[in-house]
């Protein structure tokens, strides 16, 4: 059962566009949510988090946006640069245990 | 400051062969975690280990040990590798299990293939 979801598993955008990575939850006990980003032959670094009692935070071009009521977590990139072409993976937190999504490839073309 | 160091890097086992796969972490963290990775299936959680001397289950602990004799050491062991064994392992660390106050620390991960 998984219990996040990153339904999309890659995304392409061309340099200075928007990009928008999304993920579904289904269990809502999930308190906190993260974003991590991953390049290749390389570990996932944390990019990002937010708090079940926010909707939105930002740093810098990053902004994570959370609907509690549909149970969706989004993490908008603006401007999108060559360097964000990684894979992005997010990840919720239900008590001491932390669930991670599958992952989507981000290409950003330029 | 190397962070979270993994070795090796690279692995091929026959099935039923042993091997330990060695973690180390120079920033004087208390948690310490074995993920692995497989594809569609996101990361994945071990064992962990919340200071020395203690180890727990994660979700998919079976067909692997892990000792933390030391604080900034975390072994993992396959007594018996299998082919599902097939993944990339990474090892992570953390000063507080709190997500909030402290994200995970990855290594760059051991690419293991069983045969």
């Known amino acids: 059962d998984q219990q996040v979801k990153q339904n999309s598993p890659s995304l392409s955008v061309q340099e200075g566009r928007i990009s928008i990575l999304n993920c579904d939850y289904t269990?809502?006990?999930?308190?906190?949510f993260l974003w991590y980003k991953k390049y290749p032959a390389e570990g996932p670094t944390f990019l990002i988090s937010?708090?079940?009692?926010?909707d939105k935070n930002e740093d810098g071009r990053f902004t994570v946006f959370l609907n509690k009521s549909a149970k969706h977590l989004s993490l908008h990139i603006v401007p999108s640069q060559p360097g964000d072409s990684a894979v992005y993976f997010c990840?919720?937190?239900?008590?001491?245990?932390?669930?991670f999504g599958e992952g989507t490839q981000l290409t950003v073309n330029p | 400051n190397a962070g979270v160091t993994q070795t090796p890097k690279f692995r091929v086992l026959k099935t039923g062969q042993s091997m330990t796969l060695l973690c180390a972490q120079d920033?004087?963290?208390?948690?310490m975690y074995w993920y692995r990775q497989d594809p569609g299936m996101g990361l994945r959680l071990i064992h962990y280990?919340?200071?020395?001397?203690?180890?727990a289950k994660g979700e998919v602990p079976d067909g692997y040990n892990v000792s933390r004799l030391k604080k900034q050491n975390f072994l993992l062991g396959l007594e018996s590798a299998a082919p599902s064994q097939t993944s990339v392992y990474f090892c992570?660390?953390?000063?507080?299990?709190?997500?909030?106050?402290?994200?995970?620390?990855f290594g760059n991960g051991t690419r293991l293939t069983v045969t």
């Open positions: 937010i708090s079940s009692i926010k």
């Open positions: 280990s919340v200071g020395e001397g203690t180890t």
């Open positions: 920033m004087n963290h208390e948690y």
């Open positions: 269990n809502s006990m999930f308190d906190y």
């Open positions: 990840a919720a937190r239900s008590g001491s245990r932390l669930t």
């Open positions: 992570a660390s953390s000063w507080a299990q709190d997500d909030a106050l402290s994200p995970l620390h």
